[in-house]
């Protein structure tokens, strides 16, 4: 790949972690209560970004040379994993972050009286994105597998051959982004998507906390775990399509027989290389901002122009005041005394109940 090429690729793929950063930095700020973040998640995503950066630059850096880790992992296999290593603990520092919301400290027993469904739980759009995220990542690497052959050492899935259209003269041109490289990729998603999937089980799950919106806080939580998938998808998707580009504007000539392959490869490059930096910055602010995402849990009804108090505030709970996540005041969260259980059933609004005693 050349030069300039080489740095319209490192540049793109700055923009996501720059803007992380950049959300972070503002999040951090006094006053910043309304991106849905309390201080123990900004802390544990502070973390999870310098760790997903540190474990990135490691891969790269040492698989850079083809020398490590040697063998079939060796000339750069794990590289293109990268992202998706880095991603991963992204979301294990997410998920340890949303954790450390404080649970009640007095007898009041709380529960959650809207069922947690999928709707609910998550947002619509940061559901297609991350799984737009994972299809493109996914899809493109299949594709780059079943059309890569072996280099000149016989090495699986290296280059890309071309034929040319006397018959006789032919070649290959690496590297390209075939099983060498797509195996560990492919191992990587399934990885991040079984972590994200557990994550967002725990968050679901987890004891209610002294938030009066902490069925929204659990949307949020999810929205941000989907953005984690969302930047790691949509960066190594950058990272493979650059590669598989070069290698099919090699075959896209009409001395070879390729031809045809390589303006198709070239179409889905370029379509899979924009999405991914379309989806991975999205998926930045869904990280760090999630509020500007998941704003409501669908089929609660909130006042038009309540006040809002601090993230932090542990009175919240116990004070009919409206919540710092969210305009309005909470109806998801109810108490009742430790000696009765809520049972469930059908409020005076007609919802339903599902539950209360945890």
Same mark, same amino acid.
């Given at each position: 790949m050349?030069?300039?090429?080489?740095?319209?690729?490192?540049?793109?793929?700055?923009?996501?972690? $720059?803007?992380?950063?950049?959300?972070? $930095?503002?999040a951090t700020l006094p006053g910043a209560g309304r991106t849905g973040l309390h201080k123990g998640a900004l802390i544990a995503r502070w973390i999870g970004i310098?760790?997903?950066? $540190?474990?990135i630059c490691l891969m790269i850096?040492?698989?850079i040379? +083809?020398?490590?880790?040697? +063998?079939?992992?060796?000339l750069g296999a794990l590289t293109a994993a990268a992202p998706l290593a880095g991603a991963t603990l992204l979301v294990i520092a997410i998920l340890i972050g949303e954790l450390t919301l404080p649970a009640p400290r007095s007898?009041?027993?709380?529960?959650?009286?809207t069922p947690r469904d999928l709707r609910t739980v998550s947002s619509q759009l940061a559901s297609i994105t991350a799984f737009l995220g994972v299809l493109a990542l996914g899809g493109y690497a299949v594709f780059t597998t079943l059309v890569a052959a072996p280099d000149t050492e016989g090495r699986p899935g290296r280059a890309i051959a071309h034929t040319g259209v006397d018959g006789f003269s032919g070649g290959a041109y690496g590297p390209f982004p075939g099983q060498w490289y797509t195996l560990p990729v492919l191992i990587g998603l399934a990885v991040l998507v079984a972590s994200a999937a557990g994550a967002i089980t725990v968050v679901v799950r987890r004891r209610p906390s002294t938030d009066p919106q902490d069925l929204l806080l659990r949307r949020r939580s999810v929205t941000s775990l989907l953005g984690a998938v969302a930047v790691g998808t949509g960066l190594?998707?950058?990272g493979l399509s650059a590669y598989g580009l070069m290698g099919f504007l090699r075959i896209a000539q009409p001395d070879y027989v390729e031809q045809g392959l390589g303006f198709a490869g070239m179409a889905a490059s370029l379509g899979v290389g924009m999405a991914g930096l379309v989806i991975s910055l999205l998926g930045a602010v869904m990280v760090c901002m999630p509020a500007l995402i998941a704003r409501t849990v669908p089929g609660q009804r909130e006042p038009v122009g309540a006040a809002s108090t601090g993230p932090d505030d542990p009175a919240a709970a116990a004070s009919p005041a409206p919540s710092p996540h969210g305009p309005g005041p909470a109806p998801s969260a109810r108490t009742a005394p430790a000696s009765q259980a809520v049972m469930p059933g059908h409020l005076a609004d007609g919802s339903l109940a599902d539950g209360a005693a945890r």
């Amino acid at each position: 790949m050349g030069g300039f090429a080489m740095l319209g690729l490192g540049v793109t793929m700055l923009l996501p972690l $720059v803007l992380v950063i950049g959300l972070l $930095v503002v999040a951090t700020l006094p006053g910043a209560g309304r991106t849905g973040l309390h201080k123990g998640a900004l802390i544990a995503r502070w973390i999870g970004i310098a760790a997903a950066a $540190v474990a990135i630059c490691l891969m790269i850096g040492a698989g850079i040379n +083809g020398t490590w880790p040697g +063998g079939r992992l060796g000339l750069g296999a794990l590289t293109a994993a990268a992202p998706l290593a880095g991603a991963t603990l992204l979301v294990i520092a997410i998920l340890i972050g949303e954790l450390t919301l404080p649970a009640p400290r007095s007898t009041t027993r709380y529960g959650l009286l809207t069922p947690r469904d999928l709707r609910t739980v998550s947002s619509q759009l940061a559901s297609i994105t991350a799984f737009l995220g994972v299809l493109a990542l996914g899809g493109y690497a299949v594709f780059t597998t079943l059309v890569a052959a072996p280099d000149t050492e016989g090495r699986p899935g290296r280059a890309i051959a071309h034929t040319g259209v006397d018959g006789f003269s032919g070649g290959a041109y690496g590297p390209f982004p075939g099983q060498w490289y797509t195996l560990p990729v492919l191992i990587g998603l399934a990885v991040l998507v079984a972590s994200a999937a557990g994550a967002i089980t725990v968050v679901v799950r987890r004891r209610p906390s002294t938030d009066p919106q902490d069925l929204l806080l659990r949307r949020r939580s999810v929205t941000s775990l989907l953005g984690a998938v969302a930047v790691g998808t949509g960066l190594t998707a950058q990272g493979l399509s650059a590669y598989g580009l070069m290698g099919f504007l090699r075959i896209a000539q009409p001395d070879y027989v390729e031809q045809g392959l390589g303006f198709a490869g070239m179409a889905a490059s370029l379509g899979v290389g924009m999405a991914g930096l379309v989806i991975s910055l999205l998926g930045a602010v869904m990280v760090c901002m999630p509020a500007l995402i998941a704003r409501t849990v669908p089929g609660q009804r909130e006042p038009v122009g309540a006040a809002s108090t601090g993230p932090d505030d542990p009175a919240a709970a116990a004070s009919p005041a409206p919540s710092p996540h969210g305009p309005g005041p909470a109806p998801s969260a109810r108490t009742a005394p430790a000696s009765q259980a809520v049972m469930p059933g059908h409020l005076a609004d007609g919802s339903l109940a599902d539950g209360a005693a945890r």
